[in-house]
């Protein structure tokens, strides 16, 4: 009893004694890691156009890409040290809840079952998505409502469907969905006349509209049918990280507010705007309060760009309109929390 | 139609002179009377499939060639402008995006000014192939030149060394992706696959053959997919955070392990079908068992099942595409990622005919040589 007591007590002291040894000082084992490593490992999708898809020299494109960087530029001072890690949609929760990647930003929806069941959070939105229908102008539907007994191309399994079919029961309509699996098949047999409307997230509508030859023949109805807010998803229980994930990104809406960009930061910091100093580290300890450098917003800007920026070079591209996802002063979501 | 071995041997002599055969009966005209004109049957199906087979021909080349854009323009801002390729859609092939892609469905997301590296890794990949094919390099050293080999890839491919940039295994992509996979996949499968066969029919271990056919139909049990599955999302919640085994290295174990479970039962297919008196033989002169093995019982065995286990190969070597599942850019899904983009939007049968190229390179090759070596290694059977 002795001896075991002796041995217990030896090994919770070893313990102890390992302990403060193991503790960093910004008590956030993601934020540790991350530093220890020098690199970010961000889990995106690679593979959707606009969010994350690798360009010709295989340079990984995109809003979501960018989030990354964003993150990056704030905790490590270099928005390139960046590993992105392809994640599919059945191993993106499991990559993040077993620590492979340190934040995921796959144009993931943000719902209450997600966050309340999976042992994850979500930090931020950098998309706000829904569900539309896109119909040839020839068809002269100018409203989802009147589209009664139409068939309609789909994604089989997707939120879509489910999105389409709750729309067309409260609205006690009828509707013969058309599924096919593959996006180039799907987007044939819409173009072939197969099906009156295709139905998918409106991203993705407008920039298959942008892409046609000759786009003015399509329309995209004006009813947005489901919410899918998509965002930066990270670890419950890693609080600190958390909050530099979602101020990372409400830096960048703060930037775009304030009008600082990638062009005009070096002069800003000579601003005497209070908001503008502090936000770039002029004035106050923002930096130091969420376990970063002074500069950590500078460098995302400088670096990435405000949030308008990243949006205009992978989304306007597209062909894709702002709509509600301009900044709250110019009637859009984005809203950034005072920066004091 | 070579003559058979035993004609050419006999013409091999001095030939006496004599006169050429008429050419009714001999050259590419008699040739064509006998195999293609061979009565009213043989020439009306002959006629309808040459009609069918030019008009196929004629269409892919109207389509693939004449009507096809090689390049398109450059905007002021250095992006393509796609708007030729639109216009062409469904009459002409675009091989402007392969031109833009290429270099992308072969590598994948290796740093471009890097890409050299992965190149001289396929082609020391092709050269192994080559070199281990031929038999007069089957020695000893054909070890070392394998174990070199390799070393020389993962130096290239890995980098951090002799100046070279490191380039972590998730930048890694497309064929050199591939050719990983296979190689490796088969290299160490069949010597697991020979072991597992020979203990599923060994008799004096009751434990070792149990679990060599609980090992075999566990595995044939599940689809590949459903490995892969597991070794991706499932293995890591296991382990401890942080200690995490590479993904590539997770779905190459799953690969090694499904493809010997089914190498294994072709082994055990080709010793299966030996006689009993080969066995009994080498008991009756005294040799052991490994002797008995590797000298009498296995070097026959594996000759009787070239043509199956070189069917799984070619399988598997197709097989190692499904990684894409699970998120690494081998050659099949870099190419449908180089898909996706929206420059090129609605370019998919170009890109998919060109990996379908690339892919009956590499099959055809293995299924030619297959035959090769059957021919050379059943001279036994057919004197």
């Known amino acids: 009893m002795f001896r075991l007591t002796v041995g217990a007590g030896l090994l919770a002291s070893a313990l102890l004694a390992a302990l403060p040894a193991m503790a960093q000082p910004s008590g956030s084992a993601t934020l540790d890691a991350v530093k220890a490593r020098g690199t970010l490992i961000c889990g995106v999708a690679g593979a959707v156009p606009g969010f994350s898809l690798p360009d010709s020299q295989g340079i990984m494109r995109g809003i979501d890409a960018d989030s990354c960087r964003n993150v990056a530029a704030a905790v490590l001072g270099d928005a390139n040290k960046v590993k992105f890690a392809v994640t599919t949609t059945q191993n993106r929760f499991t990559a993040l809840q077993s620590g492979e990647i340190d934040l995921l930003v796959r144009s993931t929806t943000w719902t209450l079952g997600r966050e309340a069941s999976l042992g994850l959070e979500f930090a931020g939105v950098n998309y706000y998505d829904g569900t539309g229908f896109l119909v040839k102008k020839a ?6 409502k009147e589209m009664d007994g139409a068939t309609i191309c789909v994604q089989p399994g997707t939120s879509t469907e489910l999105a389409i079919s709750d729309y067309y029961r409260v609205n006690k309509m009828k509707f013969t969905p058309i599924l096919i699996q593959d996006l180039a098949e799907i987007q044939a047999a819409f173009l072939a006349g197969r099906c009156d409307a295709y139905s998918t997230d409106s991203s993705a ?11 003015d023949d399509f329309l995209l109805l004006p009813e947005i049918i ?14 600190k990280w958390f909050d530099i994930v979602r101020w990372s990104y409400f830096a960048t809406v703060a930037a775009e507010e304030m009008d600082v960009s990638s062009k005009n930061v070096d002069e800003m910091l000579a601003s005497t705007n209070p908001d503008i100093r502090r936000l770039l580290g002029v004035e106050g300890e923002m930096g130091k309060s969420l376990g970063l450098d002074a500069k950590w917003a500078y460098n995302i800007i400088k670096q990435v760009g405000n949030f308008g920026e990243t949006w205009d070079r992978n989304i306007t591209v597209l062909g894709v309109p702002r709509g509600i996802n301009a900044v709250w002063t110019k009637g859009g979501l984005h809203y950034a929390p005072p920066i004091r | 139609m070579t003559p058979p071995a035993s004609i050419a041997i006999a013409e091999a002599g001095p030939a006496p002179t004599r006169e050429r055969p008429p050419a009714s009966v001999y050259g590419p005209f008699a040739w064509v009377r006998a195999n293609l004109f061979n009565g009213i049957f043989s020439t009306i199906v002959t006629l309808v499939l040459g009609v069918a087979i030019a008009w196929a021909l004629y269409g892919f080349l109207k389509w693939g060639v004449a009507n096809a854009i090689w390049s398109v323009p450059t905007t002021a801002t250095g992006a393509l ?6 216009a062409a859609h469904g009459t002409g092939a675009c091989w402007a995006a392969i031109n833009d892609k290429w270099r992308f469905m072969l590598f994948g997301r290796f740093p471009y000014d890097q890409q050299w590296r992965a190149g001289i890794c396929i082609a020391l990949f092709i050269g192994l192939f080559y070199v281990s094919s031929d038999r007069r390099f089957w020695r000893k050293e054909l070890a070392y030149i394998w174990a070199a080999t390799l070393a020389v890839i993962f130096t290239l491919m890995w980098g951090g060394v002799f100046g070279l ?7 890694w992509g497309g064929l050199p992706i591939t050719l990983i996979l296979a190689t490796f996949g088969l290299a160490l499968a069949f010597p697991l696959s020979v072991l597992v066969a020979l203990g599923r029919r060994s008799t004096a271990l009751p434990a070792v053959k149990t679990l060599c056919i609980v090992y075999v139909e566990l595995i044939r049990g599940v689809p590949l997919i459903a490995l892969l599955f597991m070794a991706n999302v499932m293995f890591p919640l296991f382990m401890p955070v942080g200690l995490n085994p590479d993904k590539l290295l997770r779905a190459q174990v799953a690969i090694i392990l499904f493809a010997a479970a089914y190498l294994a039962e072709v082994v055990r297919g080709g010793l299966q079908a030996l006689p009993k008196g080969q066995a009994e033989a080498a008991d009756a002169l005294g040799l052991t068992y490994w002797q008995k093995t590797l000298k009498i019982t296995l070097p026959q065995a594996l000759r009787l099942v070239i043509p199956p286990l070189v069917n799984t190969f070619i399988g598997f070597f197709k097989d190692t595409s499904l990684v894409l599942t699970i998120g690494i850019l081998d050659l099949l899904t870099a190419s449908k990622t180089a898909m996706a983009d929206p420059v090129w939007q609605g370019v998919s049968t170009e890109i998919y005919i060109v990996v379908a190229m690339v892919y009956v390179a590499f099959c055809y090759t293995m299924s030619s040589y297959s035959r090769s070596i059957e021919r050379k290694l059943d001279r036994a059977r057919n004197r």
């Open chain 1, 139 to 144: 068809l002269g539907v100018k409203s989802a």
């Open chain 1, 205 to 215: 509508l407008a920039t298959f509209r942008a892409t046609q030859t000759n786009k």
């Open chain 1, 226 to 239: 489901s919410k899918e807010p998509l965002g930066y998803v990270v670890r419950k229980g890693d609080d």
């Open chain 2, 81 to 86: 402008d796609p708007t030729a390729c639109r």
């Open chain 2, 165 to 171: 940039s490191y380039v972590p295994q998730d930048e």
